[in-house]
């Protein structure tokens, strides 16, 4: 890998001249031939070392440093080429060029560049050479990161190990973004998930992961998936992130009742199989609908016009047939997609040019990143579930009870919350605690894996649930437990959570007869207590709510705090809604009336 050289080239290493064996003393008659010879000898090798040194007449004794950050899979390759261009002494304004390379991940420099994010990169360089473009989005618009040409390419590929390969063929064949995107689908469970578990690389920190949300976000777009399909997708990879290829690789490799498949670029797949030689190799899966490419571009942000010219001369030789014959060696394939001898089967991947998809624009990228990032924020919900009287009646013509079926209804959700995520229940109907009291705490508030009295959150939750049963007298204090609600959640907000109240109930509202607040009272309550700098929004879940008043008043109450009011008709209706309602933080502030259904 990068960094080594041999020992006979360069920096001492291997000396090609044996030491001269000891002196014999000569007559006086010959020790003019001995001498004359050594004479020769010497200003021979004097004459060599300034050739070797000093290639180039022209150069001076004053260099041109030219320094180079690139991301650590591709830095062996240019290395190796940094190395030719230095010793060939090529002149700029009659110095030479001194190169050094680096390596920095690609998210680190972008970060530092752009000042945009965490880093841990300290770098200034005249050239970097990223691998991919991608990171050039968030960065000047003012032509300074211009790329000079590409480096390499890479195809963003899916990837398994070859037993897990093996046993994907009844199941996953051929790859696919589609394949992938469905078993990745937090919406659909029973699906393909149940035999493949879908492995993410973080997409802030790793371009293939970006690469492959994009193009999978591209093929349910163009096959008429809605926003809450990506949504799933985006919510289940949130929760199977792996920090590294190295990490991918050595989870896929571990045996498990569910296939893992990840994604990773072709290069590294190749690296993986020939620098580690694994017992259970990595095989490259090429999706059917083509992929995207790392295009490795070489950002020259060199200030001075000296530097400058030192940094174009540079990129010419990266670009050039040699440094083209260099980066093949590596694993990588040309820009025009042509791999060298080293992409065949035996190290797990395929000579064969992939269909080539375009990379998004920058805006596309940046909505993509940002939905990400607020899919990724923590949770923080307080679930109100109708005990009241109507809550035994049918919800629908299965005859389940409108009680059993938001009990379903919310453990089904439940699922699709990761371990993280903090919740709390109340039940409410009238007068639970005692005269004008209407709403009783279940579950405190807290994460959904703490334990309590040896029991998770998760799985008390999973048993409140199972065992509610509506109070058949009871009549539904909504109005009160709403504000009690609102005011806990506000004053507790956490600013790096997303605070939501979730109310399942059905379609009567508020029918307290202990008077309690109003329908207007209530709008206006949680209108002025809205802020949007500290939202709380309300989400409603409201079985058969037929009548128009009820349904207008349902909706108000959601959209004065920003949120959502649903009314299903059924139970299978239920997973798309929570869906929807996850959905929903891709556009906060600003859902309007979206989700209102």
């Known amino acids: 890998m990068g960094g080594r050289h041999r020992t006979d080239e360069l920096e001492g290493g291997f000396n090609p001249y044996n030491d001269p064996p000891p002196r014999r003393r000569a007559s006086r008659g010959r020790v003019f031939v001995p001498l004359a010879g050594a004479v020769a000898l010497a200003v021979l090798l004097g004459v060599a070392a300034y050739v070797v040194v000093n290639k180039n007449p022209s150069c001076g004794s004053d260099k ?145 992961g970006l690469g492959a949300l994009l193009a999978g976000a591209n093929v349910l777009k163009a096959a008429g998936g809605g926003e809450e399909v990506l949504v799933g997708v985006l919510r289940q990879l949130s929760e199977s992130t792996v920090p590294s290829p190295d990490s991918l690789f050595a989870t896929l490799t571990k045996a498990a009742a569910r296939i893992p498949v990840g994604v990773a670029s072709e290069q590294s797949v190749w690296a993986f199989n020939t620098k580690t030689t694994p017992s259970n190799p990595a095989v490259a899966l090429y999706p059917a609908e083509g992929t995207v490419s790392l295009d490795y571009p070489i950002v020259i942000t060199a200030k001075s016009d000296a530097v400058r010219k030192a940094a174009e001369s540079f990129a010419a030789e990266l670009t050039s047939a040699s440094g083209r014959k260099t980066v093949q060696d590596y694993g990588f394939r040309t820009p025009d997609g042509k791999g060298g001898g080293l992409l065949k089967a035996e190290n797990g991947v395929s000579a064969k040019k992939p269909v080539e998809l375009p990379l998004p624009d920058a805006a596309t990228i940046t909505k993509l990143a940002q939905a990400w990032h607020q899919i990724k924020l923590g949770t923080k919900l307080l679930a109100l579930l109708d005990i009241s009287g109507t809550m035994a009646l049918p919800a629908d013509s299965t005859g389940v009870s409108r009680m059993r079926a938001i009990s379903g209804v919310a453990q089904e959700g439940l699922k699709l919350f990761p371990e993280k995520t903090e919740i709390g229940t109340w039940v409410f109907s009238d007068n639970l605690r005692g005269e004008g009291v209407d709403w009783k705490e279940i579950v405190p508030m807290g994460p959904l894996a703490q334990q309590i009295n040896g029991v998770t959150r998760r799985d008390l939750i999973a048993q409140g649930l199972r065992q509610l049963r509506a109070i058949k007298t009871g009549n539904t204090g909504l109005n009160d437990t709403l504000w009690a609600a609102y005011q806990k959640m506000t004053q507790e907000y956490e600013a790096d959570k997303v605070n939501t109240i979730i109310l399942f109930t059905d379609g009567v509202g508020n029918d307290d007869p202990n008077g309690g607040i109003s329908n207007p009272q209530i709008l206006r309550k949680l209108k002025q207590a809205y802020d949007p700098k500290r939202p709380v929004n309300i989400l409603i879940i409201s079985f058969n709510t037929t009548k128009d008043e009820n349904r207008a008043q349902m909706t108000s109450i959601a959209k004065a705090t920003g949120g959502a009011a649903f009314f299903p008709q059924t139970v299978l209706e239920i997973r798309n809604i929570f869906l929807k309602g996850i959905a929903r933080r891709l556009c906060a502030p600003d859902c309007g009336a979206a989700g209102q259904q």
């Open 64 to 208: 041109i440093a030219l320094s180079v950050v690139a991301s650590p899979d591709i830095q062996p390759a240019v290395q190796k080429v940094a190395g030719r261009f230095t010793q060939a002494g090529k002149a700029i304004d009659g110095k030479c060029v001194a190169v050094t390379v680096k390596a920095a991940d690609s998210a680190d420099v972008a970060n530092a560049m752009s000042g945009s994010g965490p880093t841990n990169a300290k770098v200034d360089p005249d050239i970097w050479v990223p691998d991919s473009s991608l990171w050039l989005a968030g960065l000047t618009k003012d032509g300074s990161a211009k790329p000079a040409g590409s480096a390499a390419h890479s195809p963003i590929v899916l990837t398994a190990s070859k037993a897990g390969a093996e046993k994907l063929q009844a199941a996953f064949s051929p790859a696919s973004w589609t394949g992938l995107m469905s078993a990745a689908n937090a919406g659909n469970p029973d699906g393909l998930a149940k035999k493949v578990r879908v492995l993410a690389l973080d997409p802030t920190q790793n371009a293939a």
